[in-house]
């Protein structure tokens, strides 16, 4: 079976987190010192503000996924080739504005 591509195009703004994992020992005179244990997986906050027929296709895609259970590949804004990632959460956000438009933001996060 492919692996599913999660296609939908985020709203214009977007916040990235990227992280190391450091190691820090601190000795008794107080100087420090750190190893570097590789990066941790970069995630993202996306929200999508469309009409109702959209959000549910991207909630359809996140029960298919069973939310953060199964990954899946995705393209991050700026970037040419699609990553595999998955959910981050275990719940889905939605909010509706009357019965035609609404928002969800969702975090995906990187599968290294």
Do not use: C, H
Not at 20 to 34: A, D, H
């Amino acid at each position: 079976m492919p692996t599913p591509v999660f296609t939908w195009i985020p709203d214009f703004a977007w916040r990235s987190q990227f992280r190391r994992r450091v190691n820090i020992t601190t000795f008794e005179s107080g100087k420090e010192q750190r190893s570097d244990r590789g990066s941790a997986p970069r995630e993202w906050t996306l929200s999508f503000t469309d009409s109702g027929g959209v959000l549910a296709e991207i909630e359809a895609f996140w029960n298919a996924r069973k939310g953060p259970v199964e990954s899946f590949l995705w393209t991050p804004p700026g970037e040419l080739s699609a990553i595999t990632v998955r959910f981050k959460d275990d719940t889905l956000k939605s909010e509706r504005s009357g019965s035609k438009y609404g928002r969800i933001e969702l975090t995906l996060r990187e599968i290294l």
